[in-house]
């Protein structure tokens, strides 16, 4: 066998196996392989194995030293490109403003709507590239990315046009989402918003390929379930994936129509019941949490450990954004999953690579298997479990994409 290279010297090389989603019990399966190296040709690898059994030759060889090796991790769900800021919600949730009172009042996410549409693409770009660096250097190679804040077909398409321009910014791979966020506050001008996404905001986005998948987001203070579910099928009949946002702050039958309408993901869930959660595990659908949002609202977590009992297949996000989640560290939103929703440190690495590539539908990256993408993390210590171990620093030393190391 032949490589353009070989990466030798790993301590540990931890990955899931095979491309589907890992549910319940088999989150803990993990492979950890000590001595391992991985041989790479085009970007992609070609054998993974014991150093030992290497019988091949290589172009070149990168010795990590020792170092621990992961696969990289996969952001499925933040709202990266905004302007403005929302340090006066932060101040009135510190002084006991709940999230819903301050978005009634015309904050939280309306302000960010409304200083997003006065930024121009080209600022959201400035604004948003440094974010995502941001998002690399912490792991993540992958990363989806949602429009949302804008009220009109053009706002949102202009957002969506400025996550392509991030492409050509940044070696990470970057997912659109087109996120119908949350309604207009008066009720004839509601009606009128889904009817101008199911006949036009849609249609133009399937048909310049702007985004993959069709976010809604579910709450009592968002969009109400029939609404939902009028947008999700005009989604899917142009041919588009389709994910929601729900459970986060009230049970108002989000969960049962993703689950129903068999969505992607279903992400948040901080609210999710019991009594939903054989539903859920009896689905396709990824129930992807968000320890970011509770952390910084001070609201109960995600049951993490009570999903993945039950059998569900588990995601973990950072949810990127400038409201609810200011959190830039996918690294850290896996380490925040151990400590807060209860996760293993195995469970939270699947739920970081192969479970995340599922909430995704992405089955070249995740793992460390031959003729998957060489998309991995050479970390800083010889132990895996210090990727979700660390606090306050970075355990992630090296970053690799396709084979190049792409940071530091």
């Given amino acids: 066998m032949n490589a353009d290279l070989l990466i030798t010297g790993i301590s540990q090389l931890a990955t899931a196996r095979g491309s589907a989603p890992k549910h319940g019990a088999a989150m803990r399966e993990l492979e950890v392989m000590r001595e391992a190296s991985i041989a790479i040709t085009g970007g992609r690898i070609t054998w993974v194995g014991r150093f030992l059994d290497w019988d091949g030759q290589a172009s070149a060889t990168f010795d990590v030293e020792g170092r621990a090796v992961v696969p990289a991790l996969i952001d499925p769900h933040t709202h990266a490109v905004w302007a403005g800021d929302r340090l006066a919600d932060f101040d009135a949730r510190t002084s006991g403003k709940s999230y819903e009172d301050i978005l009634r009042a015309g904050g939280g996410i ?166 939903q959660l054989a539903l859920l595990a009896s689905s396709s659908t990824i129930a992807t949490i968000l320890p970011g949002v509770s952390l910084h609202l001070g609201i109960p977590a995600a049951p993490g450990r009570q999903l993945i009992d039950s059998g569900v297949a588990v995601a973990v996000g950072t949810d990127l954004n400038p409201g609810s989640s200011p959190l830039f560290s996918a690294v850290t939103a896996l380490a925040l999953a151990v400590r807060l929703n209860g996760l293993t440190a195995s469970e939270a690495l699947v739920a970081g690579t192969v479970n995340a590539a599922c909430a995704l539908d992405l089955i070249d990256i995740g793992r460390l298997e031959a003729e998957l993408y060489a998309d991995f993390l050479v970390l800083e210590g010889s132990d895996w479990r210090e990727l979700v171990y660390t606090l306050g620093a970075n355990p992630v030393r090296e970053v690799w994409a396709r084979g190049q190391r792409v940071a530091p």
């Fill in 110 to 275: 309306r302000s960010s709507i409304r200083a997003t549409a006065a930024a121009s693409k080209e600022d959201l770009v400035c604004l948003a590239a440094p974010r995502i660096n941001r998002l690399l250097h912490s792991g993540a190679t992958t990363i989806e990315i949602k429009s949302g804040y804008g009220f009109t077909t053009a706002a949102e398409i202009a957002m969506l046009e400025a996550i392509q321009m991030l492409r050509a910014v940044t070696p990470a791979r970057l997912l659109s989402t087109l996120l119908i966020h949350i309604p207009p506050s008066d009720p004839a001008e509601r009606a009128r918003y889904v009817i101008d996404t199911c006949n036009d905001l849609i249609p133009e986005v399937a048909t310049q390929r702007l985004a993959s998948a069709v976010d809604v987001f579910v709450e009592q203070e968002a969009w109400h379930i029939e609404e939902a579910a009028q947008i999700l099928e005009c989604a899917k009949r142009h041919g588009m994936k389709t994910k929601l946002h729900t459970e986060q702050f009230q049970r108002i039958g989000g969960l049962e129509l993703g689950v129903g309408l068999g969505v992607l993901s279903v992400d948040h869930l901080e609210a999710c019941a019991s009594e």
